[in-house]
């Protein structure tokens, strides 16, 4: 029998990012890949309820804990590491960055199999500086990104940290197993911000677009991965009964999300409005509650995870390839790049929720728990709840922007001059994950295996689902229809529109900098003041300080010696005798 | 099987004797038998740990008298970890002292007497056998401080015997009032007699726990009572710094808890709450000015020996607290103080040895000429800082949550400032020694000594020095600063395995601290 508790995940792999930078390219993504792998079977094989409770600091920790929500997260976590380390390498990755990554998944790791907050908390605030790292290592314009990437995380760190803090003196336990979420009142309001830095709340979310098209091409397929899924994670831990306000910021965030992204020409970018519209589908799920509602999110987390990964992993062969980022500036590629062109079309399938891909079946399961397990809502129309609204709204739109993006990458126009096609690596990377999500989408029964929830089973959710019925099938098509009338409607304005939309940060970044710079200067003079206060201080009492040193002070500025010998010992001693007695008697 | 306990006592003592005379028959025949008695302490001293930790508290009543009148020892989980801790301590020493010295065999002597002195103070069950401890320990420190040859020493040695001496007259006295008031000197007893039929506020009593504290903390060496400290730790010779600085201040420290907890009892401090006060203000002007104080030192060990002031006030400011909590922490501090300090001396003592240098200036660069010797100081110096995860961060960990528990926020105030103050001085330390170059004596000379302190200066000494820095480096060590290479690899290992376990033992703390678990609970009843 293997003692599966004395072989934490995250250590693993952490260890493998050590011994990354010390072997050669070839050696260390071998490593890398070799790790994230035994992860991802580690976590298929683990028995739930498997854990290592230790004390740090003198409070009671589980290091780390398994059941069939942290289960999940590490199959699907190992899994796309590994994919991602084989793509990195494919895409001449240095052994540095994949190090980073590698450390950015292992604390990811960390956080989603901790059985408590403070642990939760180690890892989530590792994995922010982990993957600032991950961020900076590119340079160039990725380290100022990074640095306001870093500076939002703080404040979301820090938010949850005083959630947790408070949970405990409410609670008087760490462990997720001592309260139901966490306690009510204003540490879940906090929980709920800080948690909602990390999945991109809508008004919080402007890392996301800001960050994650500046670095490396594979370390953006690491990124899009592991952040905001633990966040969802975090968020299912911290409102395990789900919270109507956090149902419909899930909403909110899939039309956003999806907004925006219709409106970018940068790829990445638009793939990183579209983390936030994914995002909030989960986040409804969460939010819902239900065993349906999160047993829909987690499947949703699983599937996004294939299909944003593989978006990325395209767009960033386009990248790799053509040296382009915008796609204003490409088209024709379908031609040129055959393989692309397929796993970008499985991948937007999937992400727009098509059937017989894995985003159908998952979606589904949210949009069915809005309906069956969650109030009608103020703006119900006919049969559909608000929420459920929201949610098709926000399929159309993912509809609308990945024909936009498929359109203008791979069908419109020629592409001058010739490109060559993904390099073997990467095929290979994209071609594994397009065919599970293929598999997915058809074999659905493999998805809802490894749900924490049974989602066929009626004595489980309150409405049994199933994935391929008419309607359900019928809605997907629907969806699909729309979006395509929908791009031929709008192209033309859409064009003119251009990219530059402004989000929430074109608001917040110049008022956080006439801010900052008001306080630097307020600061600064302030400083000024104090450091002539306190060099005079420093240049006094330094005196003071040698003078006693060499036993001669100056009192009244007479040099006076001050040497303790034997007469003045003994006196001494006497004296401390004659206080104690006072103060005793 | 108990006859095990007086032999604790009886075996450094007697091996002190053979080392004696062992010098008649063949001279330097010393450090032998102090190696065998050593081993044998501590094979003897864990054997008594370890049926402590199986059966708990062992009582010894030496000669078959009866109980209150004849003389009693007892181990129980804290008398345990001291003489575990001084035979230990002992030991590493001797391997720094083999070849470091002093050599003679009367040396040995002393050194002996001293270990069966503290082993005696540490499982004494009988308020004046406490006393004779004291003296016999005294007395032995009294010999070794002036074991140095020069005036410097000798000096330091009468001081320090007369300081001394005063301090264990109070402690006399104040068993003098305590048996006047009560009619018995063992503790256990007295606690009962004080608690039944004297009564907390009684006049003698109250005096009687003056006397004994002042004279305590004398030997503790507690501000302002500490003048005889810092001059004997810097003169004796390095081994014997090591030794006192471990052990002596340590023991007596643990002394004084055991009076206070277990023959006055928490009643009396509840009783009197201007007593317990009294022992707080000690320990937080001591920390606090014993900081201030090393800050100013220029020799090394005068700052190693004030910085010691700082730590025990550390010490007296848990004990002061009657908590569980802190009073784990005081014992971890006193054994992981004991540890670390004990070592800073040896570093310092090899680093001298091997290159010299005395003063904090002479540290400058140190980490190029001598990276093992300063590596360790730096690791040993930054455990004392109380850095995580080692030994210094863990006692002070304990001390300030017990510091919460009881609502002590002055206290907690000074022993977070404490950790400042540590680093204070050890900073100043470190940069020395892995930031600035290493001048040459020669140039020494040029640079008056008030602007050695200005960066701009060191730098400029430094680019004057020639900028590729390997050259230089290697250049300084053939020609300028040969390293003297009388540093044996006892010396460098008795270092090195401290630096190690300073950081590592931290992990242990949470078994030792269930282990004294129940010793403290019954301390604080």
């Known amino acids: 029998m293997v003692d599966f508790a004395a072989f934490p995940p995250a250590f693993l792999v952490l260890a493998a990012a050590l011994v990354v930078p010390l072997l050669s390219r070839r050696g260390g993504h071998a490593v890398g890949a070799v790790a994230t792998a035994i992860v991802a079977a580690w976590s298929v094989v683990v028995p739930a309820e498997t854990y290592l409770r230790t004390s740090f600091l003198g409070f009671e920790v589980a290091l780390f804990n398994v059941d069939e929500f942290s289960r999940l997260m590490g199959i699907i976590f190992g899994l796309v590491g590994t994919v ?61 990104a990074g640095f306001r990437y870093a500076i939002l995380h703080a404040i979301g760190g820090s938010l949850l940290m005083a959630a947790i803090i408070w949970h405990y003196v409410e609670v008087g336990s760490f462990l997720f197993t001592a309260a139901d979420g966490i306690a009510p009142g204003l540490p879940q309001l906090l929980a709920a911000l800080g948690i909602g830095v990390n999945v991109g709340f809508v008004g919080l979310h402007a890392w996301l677009p800001d960050t994650y098209p500046r670095p490396h091409v594979a370390a953006s397929v690491f990124l899009c991965v592991y952040t905001t899924k633990t966040g969802v994670y975090g968020m299912l831990r911290a ?97 040129e790049m055959p393989v692309t062109a397929v796993a970008f079309t499985v991948a937007a399938l999937s992400i727009a929720g098509f059937p017989l891909f894995n985003g159908f079946v998952s979606k589904g399961i949210v949009i069915s728990a809005s309906h069956y397990d969650f109030p009608a809502g103020p703006v119900a129309v006919g049969d559909f709840h608000t929420l459920e609204l929201l949610l098709l709204v926000g399929g159309v739109g993912t509809f609308l922007s990945f024909i936009k993006f498929g359109y203008y990458a791979f069908l419109n126009g020629e592409y001058a001059g010739s490109v060559e096609d993904a390099n073997r690596g990467q095929t290979v990377a994209m071609l594994t994950v397009a065919a599970l999500c293929v598999f997915y989408g058809v074999f659905d029964g493999a998805l809802f295996a490894i749900l924490p929830f049974d989602v066929t089973n009626g004595d489980v959710v309150s409405h049994v689902y199933h994935t391929y019925t008419t309607d359900h099938v019928v809605e997907g098509l629907a969806l699909a229809a729309i979006g395509l009338v929908g791009f031929a409607l709008i192209k033309k304005p859409l064009e003119k529109i251009g990219g530059n939309v402004p989000d929430v940060d074109a608001l917040y970044n110049p008022t956080a900098f006439y801010g900052t710079r008001g306080v630097v200067v307020g600061v600064t003079e302030l400083y000024a003041a104090v450091d002539r206060l306190a060099v005079g201080l420093a240049r006094t009492s330094g005196e003071a300080v040698r003078s006693l040193g060499t036993g001669v002070v100056s009192i009244a500025g007479r040099p006076t010696e001050l040497r303790t010998d034997i007469r003045n010992g003994v006196l001494l001693v006497v004296f401390g005798l004659v206080i104690a007695l006072a103060v005793v008697l | 099987m108990t006859d095990l306990v007086p032999i604790a006592v009886a075996l450094p003592i007697v091996a002190s004797v053979v080392a004696l005379l062992a010098g008649l028959v063949r001279s330097r025949s010393g450090w032998y038998v102090a190696l065998v008695g050593s081993v044998a302490q501590v094979a003897l001293t864990a054997e008594l740990a370890r049926r402590v930790v199986a059966d708990g508290a062992i009582r010894y009543v030496v000669g078959n008298f009866s109980v209150p009148y004849g003389i009693e020892l007892v181990i129980d989980g804290l008398s345990a970890t001291m003489i575990v801790l001084v035979a230990v301590t002992a030991l590493g020493v001797l391997a720094y002292a083999r070849r470091a010295g002093p050599r003679s065999n009367p040396f040995y002597g002393a050194y002996l007497l001293l270990v069966g002195g503290l082993t005696g103070m540490s499982i004494t069950g009988d308020l004046f056998n406490l006393y004779v401890f004291l003296e016999i320990t005294g007395l032995a420190t009294y010999v070794l401080v002036g074991s140095e040859e020069g005036g410097r020493s000798a000096v330091a040695a009468l001081r320090y015997l007369l300081v001394g001496t005063v301090g264990a007259s109070l402690f006399l006295l104040g068993i003098g009032y305590a048996y006047v008031a009560t009619g018995t000197l063992n503790m256990a007893d007295l606690a009962a007699v004080i608690g039944e039929d004297v009564g907390y506020t009684a006049t003698l009593i109250r005096a009687s726990f003056a006397f004994v504290v002042v004279g305590l903390f004398v030997k503790v060496a507690v501000f302002p009572l500490h003048t ?213 004596p020669a140039g020494e000379t040029g640079v008056a000594p008030d602007d050695a302190d200005v960066p701009g200066d060191a730098d400029v000494v430094a680019d004057g020095n020639g900028l590729p820095a390997d050259g230089n480096g290697v250049s300084t060590d053939d020609g300028d600063a040969p390293l003297r290479e009388d540093v044996s690899f006892g010396m460098y290992a008795v270092v090195v395995v401290a630096a190690l376990l300073a950081v590592t033992l931290g992990a242990a703390v949470f078994e030792y601290a269930q282990f004294v678990q129940p010793t403290v609970t019954r301390l604080l009843s």
């Open chain 2, 228 to 440: 005889w400290q810092p001059e004997a730790y810097a003169s004796a010779p390095d081994s014997v710094s090591a030794l006192i600085s471990a052990l002596v201040s340590t023991v007596s420290a643990y002394a004084l808890i055991r009076v206070i907890y277990t023959v006055f009892t928490v009643d009396f401090l509840e009783a009197n709450p201007l007593a317990a006060d009294l022992l707080a203000a000690a320990a937080a002007v001591s920390v606090v000015a014993g900081s201030v104080l090393a800050v100013a030192q220029s020799e090394v060990k005068r700052m190693l020996a004030y910085s010691s002031v700082a730590q025990f006030g550390l010490v007296v400011a848990a004990a002061s607290l009657a908590n569980e909590t802190a009073m784990i922490g005081a014992f971890v501090h006193l054994v992981g103080h004991a540890m670390m300090k004990g070592s800073l001396f040896l570093a310092a003592g090899v680093v001298a040895t091997a290159t010299g240098a005395r003063t904090v200036d002479e540290y400058d660069g140190l980490g190029e000429r001598l990276p093992v010797g300063a590596g360790a100081l730096a690791v040993l110096a930054l455990a004392m800082v109380g850095v995580p995860p080692t030994l210094g961060f863990v006692g002070k960990w304990y001390i300030a949550l017990g510091a919460v528990e009881t609502g002590s926020w002055a206290l907690l105030a000074v022993i977070v400032s404490s950790t400042l103050l540590t680093l204070a001085y050890f900073a100043r330390l470190i940069e020395r020694i892995f930031f600035r170059e290493y001048a040459a």
């Open chain 1, 239 to 335: 409102f395990p009964d789900g919270n109507v306000a956090i149902a419909y910021m899930g909403g909110v965030m899939a039309v956003f999300g999806a907004t925006y992204a219709l409106f970018q020409n940068d790829m990445r970018r638009l793939l990183s409005y579209h983390i936030q519209s994914q995002v909030g589908y989960m986040i409804a799920g969460v939010g819902i509650g239900t065993a349906l509602g999160q047993a829909g999110a987690m499947a949703h987390v699983f599937n996004h995870i294939l299909y944003k990964g593989l978006l990325f992993m395209t767009a960033g062969v386009v990248i790799y390839r053509t040296g382009t980022e915008s796609l204003k500036k490409l088209g024709g590629l379908g031609r």
């Open chain 1, 84 to 144: 991602a380390v084989v793509y990195s390498y494919a895409s001449d990755a240095e052994n540095a960055q994949t190090a980073y990554a590698l450390s950015y998944v292992g604390t990811s790791l960390g956080a989603v199999f901790a059985g408590d907050w403070l642990t939760l908390l180690f890892f989530w605030e590792l994995m922010a500086i982990t993957s600032t790292l991950l961020v900076w290592d590119y340079g160039g314009a990725a380290i100022r």
